[in-house]
C-alpha cells in the first residue's frame, strides 16, 4: 500500500477495486463514462463543481468562460457521436446553449447517477497492479484504473514584461464581460481564438483598443458561401494536403483579400502549420479602425507599453490571452511524460509509463473535440473491458502502443511551439484509429450505437462519498 497515503491519512482504503475512477465531468468525463458505461465496465466520477459541464459553466471557479464565447467549430460537426445537437440552435452556438446541450446529454444516457458533485481529487498514486485515489473529505479509495478528465484551460499562462506598469495587468482567465473595458484603453496580449473573441468585445466597448501579436494568422471566416466553413470542408472531397492547401489559400484571398492592409503581420507560415483563427469579426474591427494591431511587447513605462518598433500607447488594462499550461496537479508529475507543458500520450490517451493511468481531452485538435472524445473514450472503454474478458487482445493492444508510432500529422509540418507538440491532424486521427479498431475486432460507431445504455438498469447509482 502507498507509504505516503497511510502516512498522510491513517486511513483505511475503501475497496472499489473492480471500478474505473473517472475524474472530472466536463465534455471529456461525460464522454468517458458513457463508452464506460454501455460495456457495463463500473465506475465513479467525481466533480468538484457542483454539476457537469466543465469550462462551459461561467458559475465553475476558475472556468475561462466569457459571456461573449460562442463555439468555434459548428453545431452539426461539433456534438458527441449519435447526439446530435438541437436543430433550432444557430451555426456557432453560444456558451450558454453548449453547456445546456452537454448537461441534456449527461441526462439522455443516465450519467448524472454516478456522479460524486463537489468532490475534488486531492491526490492519485500507484500501489501495486491498481490505484489509490484520495478524496478531498479524506477518504482514499482503490481503483483498477483512474481517468484524468479534468481538461486543458485550467492553469494560466501568464508571461512577465520588464517595467513598471501603472496600470491593471491581468490574464484572460479572470475576463467575463465586456463592460469591463468600458471607458479603458485595452491592450490583448495573444491572439488564439480567445483572444481574437476578447479583442473583439474590446474593440466595441473600449475607449481604444489594440491587439498585440508575435506573428501573422491565417484568418478564416465562419462561413463560405453561407455554409459553415467546417461542413464546406467536411462535406467535399477529402484531397491530400498538398492539393488542400493551395486550393483553400486560393479561396482565402478571393474572400478575404490581403489581411496585411488591415495592419496585422503577414504569416510567417503556411495554411494549417498552426491554429488559424477563424475569425472574420476581427478583420471588421480592424478594417473600421475600431482596434489597431501592433507588435509585440517591448516593456512597460509607467502609462505606457512599449512596442519592439519602438512605438508606445498609453494603456489602463493589460489583458493577457497567452493561453494554458496542461496541468493533472492530482497525480504526481513523474507519473506522466511532460513535454513543452503537455502530457506525452499514445493515441492522446495512453499513458506510456503508466498502465491504466489514462488521460482523456489533453490534446489540440483542427476540428471539434467532442466528436473525437467518444472515439478516445471508446478505445480506453474497450481496452478496459479486454483486460477482463479478452486479455490475449489486450496485450496485443498494449503490444501496439509501445511499438508503434504512427504520424498523426496528415502531412503537416507543424509550427514549432509547445502548443502543437501534441497536434493531430483530424482527419488522419480517425483513419490511423479505425484502422486499430478493426485490427483489434472492437465494434464500430454507427448510428445508435449507444442507444442501449440509456434505460438506467444495472448501471452504477449515485455515490456518497
Keep these: 500500500m502507498s507509504s505516503l497515503l497511510v502516512s498522510e491519512l491513517q486511513s483505511q482504503v475503501t475497496d472499489r477495486s473492480s471500478a474505473v475512477c473517472i475524474v472530472g465531468a466536463g465534455p471529456a468525463g461525460l464522454s468517458v463514462a458513457r463508452a464506460l458505461k454501455r460495456l457495463g465496465i463500473p465506475y465513479e466520477q467525481f466533480e468538484r463543481h457542483s454539476d457537469v459541464g466543465g469550462i462551459w459553466d461561467l458559475s465553475n471557479p476558475g472556468s475561462p468562460m466569457y459571456h461573449s464565447a460562442h463555439f468555434i467549430s459548428s453545431r452539426n460537426t461539433s456534438g458527441f457521436y449519435d447526439f446530435p445537437m438541437p436543430d433550432e440552435y444557430p451555426d456557432y452556438p453560444s ?55 479534468t481538461g486543458t484551460n485550467w492553469h494560466p499562462r501568464l508571461p512577465r514584461h520588464e517595467g513598471p506598469f501603472n496600470g491593471e495587468i491581468r490574464h484572460s482567465v479572470s475576463y467575463k464581460h465586456a463592460d469591463e473595458f468600458r471607458n479603458k484603453r485595452v491592450l490583448v496580449i495573444g491572439l488564439g481564438n480567445s483572444g481574437a473573441d476578447i479583442a473583439c468585445d474590446a474593440a466595441a466597448n473600449a475607449d481604444a483598443a ?58 510567417d507560415h503556411k495554411l ?72 506525452k500520450l499514445n493515441l492522446t490517451a495512453f499513458n506510456p509509463r503508466h498502465k491504466n493511468l489514462f488521460g482523456v481531452g ?53 509550427v514549432e511551439s509547445d502548443r502543437t507538440k501534441g497536434y493531430i491532424e483530424i482527419h488522419a486521427y480517425k483513419k490511423y484509429i479505425e484502422k486499430l479498431r478493426v485490427r483489434m475486432g472492437w465494434p464500430e460507431l454507427v448510428p445508435g450505437f449507444f442507444d442501449r445504455v440509456r434505460p438506467q438498469v444495472g448501471m452504477p447509482v449515485k455515490i456518497s462519498a
Excluded at 475534488?120 to 482514499?140: C, M, N, P, T, Y
Excluded at 488559424?276 to 480592424?286: D, R, V, W
Excluded at 475600431?290 to 512596442?307: E, L, M, Q, S, T
Design 362 to 414: 489533453y490534446l489540440e485538435t483542427n476540428s471539434s473535440a467532442y466528436t473525437l472524445f467518444d472515439r478516445v473514450s471508446q478505445m480506453v472503454a474497450n481496452y478496459l473491458h479486454d483486460q477482463e474478458h479478452h486479455p490475449d487482445n489486450a496485450r496485443v493492444f498494449e503490444r501496439h502502443l509501445r511499438e508503434d508510432r504512427p504520424d498523426l500529422s496528415g502531412g503537416i509540418k507543424f
Design 272 to 343: 494549417f502549420e498552426t491554429h488559424p483563427l477563424l475569425n472574420s469579426q476581427l478583420l471588421h474591427y480592424l478594417q473600421h479602425g475600431d482596434i489597431k494591431a501592433k507588435g509585440d511587447v517591448k516593456c512597460f513605462d509607467g502609462d505606457d507599453v512599449v512596442f519592439a518598433d519602438g512605438s508606445r500607447e498609453q494603456i489602463d488594462l493589460v489583458l493577457y490571452a497567452t493561453g494554458y499550461n496542461m496541468a493533472i496537479p492530482y497525480v504526481p508529475e513523474a507519473y506522466f511524460d511532460w513535454d513543452g507543458g503537455r502530457p
Design 210 to 267: 489594440f491587439v498585440s501579436v508575435r506573428r501573422g494568422y491565417h484568418f478564416i471566416p465562419k462561413h463560405v458561401f453561407g455554409i459553415p466553413v467546417d461542413e464546406f470542408a467536411n462535406n467535399g472531397p477529402q484531397l491530400p494536403m498538398w492539393l488542400q492547401r493551395p486550393a483553400m489559400t486560393l479561396l482565402l484571398r478571393m474572400v478575404l483579400g490581403d489581411t496585411s492592409r488591415t495592419g496585422m503581420p503577414k504569416p
Design 95 to 149: 456558451n450558454r446553449q453548449i453547456l445546456a446541450y452537454t448537461r441534456s446529454f449527461a441526462r439522455a444516457f443516465g450519467l448524472y447517477d454516478a456522479i460524486c458533485f463537489q468532490t475534488a481529487i486531492e491526490h492519485v498514486e500507484k500501489d501495486g497492479e491498481s490505484w489509490l485515489v484520495r478524496l478531498s473529505g479524506g477518504e482514499v479509495r482503490r481503483y483498477r484504473a483512474v481517468v484524468c478528465s
